[in-house]
């Protein structure tokens, strides 16, 4: 995966100044994206730490850590998440882990 979608200093310094709402960037703030709809779908014996999910209105899937929701959220394309999910589901990932 790439890391999610950047955006310009540009683009960041207008959307500042700007009323209208930014389209999702990775690193936002993840309070920007609201406060419903996020999902824990990876919880387990960690303490309450947690990566949670949510799939933004174009498809794209933002996650953050849940003991942070205001910081920051990395956003991914449908296409990211989905080769992301079959390479776990495959194997590709099992280096992450001890098991």
Not at 26 to 53: I, Y
Request: charged share 25%.
């Amino acid at each position: 995966m790439s890391g999610g979608r950047e955006m310009s200093s540009e683009a960041r310094e207008g959307s500042r100044h700007e009323a209208a709402p930014c389209a999702p960037y990775s690193g936002m703030p993840a309070r920007e994206l609201g406060t419903e709809g996020w999902h824990k779908p990876w919880s387990g014996q960690n303490g309450g730490a947690c990566v949670e999910a949510k799939r933004l209105p174009d498809g794209s899937v933002a996650m953050r850590q849940s003991t942070d929701p205001e910081g920051p959220a990395l956003v991914y394309t449908s296409a990211e998440m989905a080769a992301f999910i079959r390479g776990a589901k495959s194997g590709a990932a099992d280096f992450l882990v001890d098991d």
